[in-house]
């Protein structure tokens, strides 16, 4: 790995920390009407969308809706080195915790077979302009964006994660589309 990588990771992690609980949610609640509004989410039927980790957009309360709206949601597993499935997901409240900390889908939720997700919305800890994605390091979503089509890709990020230049190596996935709740960023005509 890089230099610059661990370089970006640690300061996007010293910049994410001091947002305020109340500008966390202000963010929040911004991103989620932005997502409910675009014409790709509302023909989207199966979501893969994440349980945020500290420091990452929460999209708690979009997924609480689409589930409500009878949508399938999905949220990553870990099921290996550097290897997640998505898992369906029943409500926000169901949620366990799993590895590394984060909350996952309860013990047995089935797995999609990645290739019929219509939208998938991707954490990261910085992007740039141009689709490039910082992310925690294990390379989960390289693996398991690389065959899928980027039309359906959506990154997810407060707006002080976009930052000039990602560094990138050779297996880094470009993400088409990035949203912020300022921002809609895309790379798709
Ligand atoms: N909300 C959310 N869920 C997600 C991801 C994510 O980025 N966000 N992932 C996307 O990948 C996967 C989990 N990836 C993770 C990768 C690394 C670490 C982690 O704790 N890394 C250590 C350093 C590890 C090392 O280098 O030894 C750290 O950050 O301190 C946690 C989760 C699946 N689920
Ligand atoms: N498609 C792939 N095939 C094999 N190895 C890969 C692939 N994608 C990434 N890796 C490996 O995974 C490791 C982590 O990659 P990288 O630093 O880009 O992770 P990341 O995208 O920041 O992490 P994450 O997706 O977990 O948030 C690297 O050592 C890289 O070589």
Same mark, same amino acid.
Request: aromatic letters at 6%; charged letters at 25%.
């Given at each position: 790995?890089?230099?610059? +990588?661990?370089?970006?990771?640690?300061?996007?992690?010293?910049?994410?920390?001091?947002?305020?609980?109340?500008? #966390?949610?202000?963010?929040?609640?911004?991103?989620?009407?932005?997502?409910?509004?675009?014409? #790709?989410?509302?023909?989207?039927? @199966?979501?893969?969308?994440?349980?945020?980790?500290?420091?990452?957009?929460?999209?708690?309360?979009?997924?609480?809706?689409?589930?409500?709206? %009878?949508?399938?949601?999905?949220?990553?597993?870990?099921?290996?080195?550097?290897?997640?499935?998505? $898992?369906?997901?029943?409500? $926000?409240?169901?949620?366990?915790?799993?590895?590394?900390?984060?909350?996952?889908?309860?013990?047995?939720?089935?797995?999609?077979?990645?290739?019929?997700?219509?939208?998938?919305?991707?954490?990261?800890?910085?992007?740039?302009?141009?689709?490039? @994605?910082?992310?925690?390091?294990? %390379?989960?979503?390289?693996?398991?964006? #690389?065959?899928?089509?980027?039309?359906?890709?959506?990154?997810?990020?407060?707006?002080?994660?976009?930052?000039?230049?990602?560094?990138?190596?050779?297996?880094?996935?470009?993400?088409?589309?990035?949203?912020?709740?300022? @921002?809609?960023?895309? #790379?798709? +005509?």
């Amino acid at each position: 790995m890089t230099q610059s +990588k661990k370089e970006l990771r640690k300061v996007m992690r010293d910049r994410l920390r001091r947002v305020s609980p109340a500008g #966390q949610t202000r963010r929040n609640t911004a991103i989620c009407t932005r997502i409910a509004v675009l014409p #790709q989410y509302k023909k989207a039927g @199966r979501i893969m969308a994440y349980l945020n980790m500290p420091g990452e957009a929460s999209l708690d309360g979009l997924m609480e809706q689409a589930i409500r709206e %009878g949508r399938q949601v999905y949220v990553p597993r870990c099921v290996g080195p550097g290897r997640m499935e998505a $898992v369906l997901l029943p409500s $926000v409240a169901a949620a366990e915790t799993g590895a590394y900390g984060i909350r996952t889908a309860p013990e047995g939720s089935l797995a999609a077979d990645p290739a019929d997700l219509d939208m998938i919305l991707i954490p990261g800890l910085a992007f740039d302009v141009w689709g490039h @994605r910082l992310g925690r390091g294990a %390379g989960f979503y390289d693996r398991f964006l #690389q065959s899928l089509r980027p039309a359906g890709m959506l990154a997810v990020a407060w707006d002080m994660q976009i930052v000039p230049l990602v560094p990138i190596e050779a297996h880094d996935v470009i993400i088409p589309s990035v949203l912020t709740e300022t @921002r809609y960023i895309t #790379q798709l +005509k």
